[in-house]
């Protein structure tokens, strides 16, 4: 099976957020399955100074008309070796900011053009206009910066087309243009309409991925659900409940070679999973130094690795300070995101630094030593396509606090009394986004924590989980194997 997997952000050369996991990992996990799968991603300036074994393999000429050459380089991901392309085009790609915002935090005003670019580049290396001999039999693209890929295929009636499976990470970002970027696009106007990629007179590349794909997946059983009706859907909700059929929900994995305590050298201490509870003490013991918590054993710590946005429920956990801290417990916060609610949380901190201690900003090293060190991990987020940390914090003995969203739902199990006797509780769940289902699921934690034997028993649950990316790759290949067994054809 030979698929092309296109995205426009791959760990660890890029990542703003969960697709760069998903994007590192998932094609690795492929390649141990014997799929030939190879890698698309623009070529930032990170991207093209850490790629390993670079050579030009092709000279995609100027398909947009902006008096700059596109190059194909061949290369390896660092780490797992995955063969990648990288779309060489400094014209588009080398600039001083993240990949999608300059310095000041704007969208780069040609984004329509950059992603443009990474979506006709995916097509044309599935079609026989190719310049390079290998061509997958599926085409696999993500989220709105990919979108457009099946577009051109649709567009182009190539006479051996792949199949072709869009995945959705988020669906909150849909890639609105306007319309007058579609002739500089090369797309027709035939395919601006209602039933094509016109979204309230706009051209969506989201949309152009859901509609054209042949079928359509995402992160979680729950989320694939959720977004066939509003507010999930994001105003695409009609179009996914009428591909209901076509759309399915594969979870993503942890990629337990970064995110496995026994092996991490972020740590202060390492440890097992039979003695994770004296490793986690020791890291607890460093991290309470490290941030100048009170030195407290006894003191429920309660981690937050995130972006601080409202979607992830940030503003939440500041409600809940109060509560959480005439419960005597800690808060160790990780993260960045919208100003305020950085402001609010580093004025948090500065207002009980015994309790509450912040840093505003991303840092991979913090990440795993709050896993570590925590208690319970916080996961208020209104919605969660997937959710990632969850894993983590299972395989860390580190208890999950989540709202019953998405992913969250799906892999998180409540504790009650049956649960917890049964071996089965994994974690606290709410059912409603409130503040007063999110401040009782943190008075349940922290009472059960002072429960040791019962504490040690969601805790053994959780490590015992596995989220591993093979069962999930296992599940793309059937859903490849799928798309190849049948006519190849489009939702059009
Ligand atoms: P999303 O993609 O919506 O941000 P996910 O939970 O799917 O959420 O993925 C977030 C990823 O980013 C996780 O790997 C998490 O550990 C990481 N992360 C988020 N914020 C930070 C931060 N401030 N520092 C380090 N890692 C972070």
Redesign the pocket.
Known sequence: MRVLFASSEVFPLV?????A?VSGALPAALGAINVDVRVLLPGYPAAMDAAQGKRQVANLGDPFGIDAETKLISAKLPGSGVPMWLIDCPALFDRAGGPYLDATGADYADNAVRFGLLSWAAALLSTEGSPLKWRPQVLHANDWQTGLAAAYLHAWKPAEKPGSLFTI??IAYQGLVTKDWLPRLNLPWEMYQIDGLEYYDNVSFLKAGLFYSDRISTVSRRYAKEIQAAPFGSGMEGLLAERAGDLSGIL?GADYSIWNPAEDKLLATRYAAADYVAGKAANKAALQAELGLDQDPDAPLLVV???LADI?GMDLVLEALPLILRQGAQLAV???GDRSLEDAFRAAAANAPRQVAV?I????A??HRLMAAGDMLLLPSRY??????QF?AFRYGTVPIAHATGGLADTVADTSYDSLMTGTATGFVFEHASLGAFQWCIERATELFRQKDNWRRIQAAGIAQDFSWKRSAERYLAHYEALTQQPAGTAA
């Open positions: 990542k703003t957020g969960g697709l996991d990470h988020n993503n690795v995130s972006r992830k990780v993260g960045a840093e900003g991303y840092s991979e913090l990440a969660e396509p997937c959710g990632l940390t983590y």
